[in-house]
């Protein structure tokens, strides 16, 4: 019997935001089929940005540290397990938006 793919696609929140609440109101969304990871990247005072992701980009992450000052990168692997993280309140997501280049080029290294 074949397997349908369409219903093996991880589910991540996909979103920018000042908080988690603001983020996560932008919704969850279906991973591309390669995908295997969900993550979250929380700026001290640049907010949130959760993302489908890998997990060689989590390994990565977490054995070698994140190079950008005060931004942490949280990577978990079922469905809609990004809806939180450790990030509280934080004032605007606008310094996040410099970093979008660097985290993306790690997601494809």
């Known amino acids: 019997m074949p397997l349908l793919l369409s219903g093996d ?3 991540c929140y996909t ?6 609440d603001d983020c996560n109101r ?3 969304k279906s991973c591309p089929n390669y995908s295997d990871a969900c ?12 993302s489908c992701s890998y997990k060689s980009f989590c390994s990565q992450a977490s054995s ?7 931004v942490t990168v949280h990577c978990c692997y079922s469905d809609d397990c990004n ?10 997501v606008d310094g996040l938006l410099p970093l979008l ?9």
């Open 9 to 11: 696609a991880l589910q």
């Open 15 to 20: 979103c920018m935001g000042s908080n988690n």
């Open 26 to 28: 932008q919704g969850s």
């Open 39 to 50: 993550a979250s990247v929380v700026g001290h005072d640049s907010g949130v940005m959760k």
């Open 64 to 70: 070698q540290g994140y190079r950008a000052p005060g």
């Open 83 to 92: 809806a939180t993280s450790s990030a509280s309140r934080l004032p605007r």
């Open 101 to 109: 280049p660097l985290v993306f080029t790690c997601f494809f290294q």
